[in-house]
């Protein structure tokens, strides 16, 4: 079994890796796990003012930053992983990714830095839900 596992850096994407790391815990196989973080593109302007280098650094950083939790949670829980950043919306970016990895499920947190748009589940987990072919699990 592949597992996306998509984080944000948030409370609820820390709850969504335990989740992965209690569901490895009970296969008979290890799974494959890809720790996915999909950033926002910079605004154009924002972009050209920083140059090539900077909004690489940019989005590096931003990646480093929303992972730093979650790689150590997997490496506390002996799960081997691989790490994929990709810059674009997240909601198309994350189903995107798993159709390219040939991921079986996706597991994200149901509300992160973007919830405010949805009440009971955060915006980027719907449209995941509804975007993605192959099953979701969403970790409140």
Known sequence: MHILLAVDGSAVATRAVKHVAKLAASMAKPPKVTLLFADEPLL?????????????????????????????ALNRAKITFKEDMRVGTPAPTIVKAAKDLKADLIVMGSRGHTALASVFLGSVATKVIAESPIPVTVVR
């Open 44 to 72: 154009r302007s924002v972009a050209v003012s920083l140059g090539a280098q900077g909004v690489e650094k940019y989005h590096a950083d931003n990646a480093a930053y929303a992972t730093r939790q979650a790689r150590a």
